[in-house]
């Protein structure tokens, strides 16, 4: 009897909706257990997480049992509701429609790891505009700018 055998990893992106609203040093690693958790309750395998102050980074090793854009809208549901419920945001957080998959081979599971557990030092010389485009355009995949997360410039002043 033969059996199905799969690996798969995704690399999983998007933004926060509302400036006023970003994740913020204090809470950002509740919110990223907290997303961890559901990852893991719905057979993906967690490889690392990272909430930038206007963005998140997932990489999953990836249950094909369910769907990415299903998986995707859990997170920002769940997770917006727990922001909400935890009340660690003074303004109503939401994330932005849309987001961006990424799949990478086994032989690449470190080096994109050590990109996302380094987002703090990359956003100090690139933007998120920056790094969400480079992204796209190095996967080949065709976008429109006026479709486009809306991006947060000067994230600093916000401090």
Same mark, same amino acid.
């Given at each position: 009897?033969?059996?199905?055998?799969?690996?798969?990893?995704?690399?999983? $992106?998007?933004?926060?909706?509302?400036?006023?609203?970003?994740?913020?040093?204090?809470?950002?690693?509740?919110?990223?257990?907290?997303?961890?958790?559901?990852?893991?309750?719905?057979?993906?395998?967690?490889?690392?997480?990272?909430?930038?102050?206007?963005?998140?980074?997932?990489?999953?090793?990836?249950?094909?049992?369910?769907?990415?854009?299903?998986? $995707?809208?859990?997170?920002?549901?769940?997770?917006?509701?727990?922001?909400?419920?935890?009340?660690?945001?003074?303004?109503?957080?939401?994330?932005?429609?849309?987001?961006?998959?990424?799949?990478?081979?086994?032989?690449?599971?470190?080096?994109?790891?050590?990109?996302?557990?380094?987002?703090?030092?990359?956003?100090?010389?690139?933007?998120?505009?920056?790094?969400?485009?480079?992204?796209?355009?190095?996967?080949?995949?065709?976008?429109?700018?006026?479709?486009?997360?809306?991006?947060?410039?000067?994230?600093?002043?916000?401090?």
């Amino acid at each position: 009897m033969g059996d199905t055998y799969v690996q798969a990893y995704f690399h999983l $992106v998007f933004a926060v909706r509302n400036r006023k609203a970003l994740i913020q040093k204090s809470w950002k690693d509740r919110l990223e257990k907290y997303i961890t958790g559901i990852v893991q309750k719905n057979g993906h395998k967690l490889i690392t997480i990272y909430a930038e102050r206007d963005h998140i980074h997932i990489f999953i090793g990836y249950n094909l049992n369910q769907k990415i854009p299903d998986l $995707v809208e859990h997170i920002k549901t769940s997770s917006n509701q727990f922001v909400e419920n935890e009340k660690l945001s003074f303004y109503k957080f939401s994330w932005q429609k849309g987001y961006g998959a990424f799949t990478h081979s086994h032989s690449n599971i470190s080096n994109v790891a050590n990109y996302i557990e380094n987002q703090e030092a990359h956003h100090k010389k690139t933007s998120f505009k920056e790094e969400y485009t480079k992204m796209l355009k190095e996967f080949d995949i065709a976008y429109k700018s006026e479709y486009m997360f809306e991006f947060f410039d000067d994230l600093e002043e916000d401090l």
